[in-house]
């Protein structure tokens, strides 16, 4: 099947390349470009591993075809950090222990950093609402929540 | 996933090139957001992916006071969660939206896409129905139009052929003295419904008799249906708390579930009664409310 040419923004950085159309936005991320930070868990938009954001907004890329994402800008985890400084939100996730294994986190942070771009004050109950599409399965929410909360109070301070 | 050829259109005109073209080897994909798990099942293959989801001219809320609502097509289910003019004219949309699915597929899922994938568990359908909406459909004879709720044929399937588009949805501002409802039955936040109602209620000036009725079931047939016996007993009735409960016992007249893995028969039955008298004193409140002047949505 013919290949498709797409080009896109990926955290600030332009990325040409060609994809079958089947390929979704995960698998592209992944395997095609070897960037793995995003996680590939229940392939069926249910658990909220594969967050990026594109267009500014959050989606789950296992339910995005790549050939969708053309023109268009991609924000991953590894986009978070600024060079060796960690972002709020990455810092307060462990300050505040907001992970176990680890595998929901670079979704729970990507849709934690979209909460936080719509909403610098959010409460509690937001902060959960904002995660209700990311499943941890160690069951570490309240610690997470307790993280957003954090990172949203020191970037309010920055500011 | 079997391979398929993808073509992105440009406009509604070369989406619907593209579909005469491609005949019936050929779907249309908006956000996806169902349409990939179908794929990736298998439970479809088709030869051609159609992707109308950047379709501009299809992403838009319209309000105008005197006729109503527009919504096009590939309005995402965020844009009209966050639409200022439906949360202060028509906020039982806004109150739908808030449930539907969660944050990721909300900001890549389409109203059109939900609409035409026909589920008959939709978040969406029933307030649509409630709310009097017409579907706005284009094909190579050009524009129809279909009210909401004859728009639903059965499983998965709608009036939208495969050379057509759904194009917009419309529905008529609420009238006076009027609440609409909606409440959605799940097991866990985000789930689609298990059993969705959404109740319109027109009152007289009185306050109290009942002047128009919709209730809209979803989750309980192949398709939303309107629980037309519940309607027809509160016509013209003075509406009380009792009234209501006992005229939601008729709901089974209108429904058809089956059992399936998440629940009984039974059960899609009784969770449709509870929630049928739920949205119709809600509504009911609001109504009421809105005969006394105050400020209610």
């Known amino acids: ?127 959960r609402e904002a995660i209700a599409g990311n499943i941890c399965r160690c069951t570490g929410y309240v610690k997470i929540v307790e993280s957003i909360l954090a990172a949203a109070g020191k970037m309010r301070e920055k500011k | 996933m079997k391979d398929f050829e993808y073509i992105r259109a440009r406009s ?51 309000s105008n006071p005197g006729t109503g609502f527009r919504i096009g097509a590939l309005t995402t289910h965020a844009s009209i969660l966050d639409s200022e003019v439906l949360q202060s004219s028509c906020g039982v949309l806004a109150s739908m939206e808030r449930h539907l699915a969660t944050v990721q597929v909300r900001n890549w899922g389409t109203i059109g896409g939900n609409l035409c994938m026909a589920d008959p568990s939709s978040d969406a359908a029933p307030v649509l129905i409630a709310l009097g909406s017409t579907a706005h459909i284009r094909g190579p004879e050009g524009a129809r139009e279909v009210p909401l709720g004859e728009f639903f044929l059965g499983y998965y399937e709608t009036v939208v052929q495969p050379g057509e588009l759904l194009t917009e949805i419309s529905f008529p501002a609420i009238p006076p003295a009027t609440g609409v409802s909606y409440e959605k039955f799940r097991n866990v936040e985000g789930d689609a419904p298990i059993v969705v109602s959404s109740a319109f209620v027109s009152l007289e000036k009185d306050g109290r008799t009942l002047s128009d009725a919709r209730v809209v079931l979803g989750g309980v047939a192949s398709t939303p249906v309107r629980a037309t016996a519940v309607e027809d007993a509160l016509k013209g009735v003075k509406l009380t708390p009792a009234a209501v409960e006992s005229a939601s016992g008729l709901v089974a007249e209108s429904t058809s579930p089956i059992p399936d893995v998440v629940c009984s028969a039974e059960y899609r039955n009784k969770i449709a009664r509870v929630l049928a008298k739920r949205t119709l004193l809600s509504a009911f409140e609001e109504a009421k409310a809105a005969v006394g002047g105050k400020k209610h949505r």
């Open chain 1, 1 to 127: 099947m013919n290949r498709m040419m797409i080009s896109f923004m990926l955290n600030g950085r332009r990325i040409e390349t060609s994809v079958a159309p089947k390929t979704t936005l995960v698998e592209l991320l992944r395997e095609h470009l070897g960037m793995t930070g995003t996680k590939h868990a229940c392939d069926s938009g249910a658990c909220g591993s594969c967050t990026v954001s594109v267009g500014g907004r959050t989606v789950n890329s296992c339910s995005v075809l790549a050939v969708q994402i053309d023109g268009m800008e991609v924000g991953t985890v590894e986009g978070l950090a600024e060079g060796p400084d960690l972002h709020p939100l990455q810092e307060a996730f462990l300050d505040h222990g907001g992970l176990q294994c680890g595998f929901c986190t670079p979704g729970m942070l990507m849709s934690a950093r979209d909460l936080l771009r719509r909403n610098p004050s959010p409460s509690a109950q937001e902060a």
């Open chain 2, 12 to 62: 509604v005109d070369h989406a619907l090139e593209v579909l005469a073209e491609k005949g019936e080897s050929a779907v249309k994909i908006a956000g996806g957001q169902s349409l990939l798990n179908i794929l990736k099942q298998g439970l479809m293959a088709p030869d051609c992916l159609v992707d109308i989801k950047g379709l501009e001219e299809l992403d838009f809320i319209e």
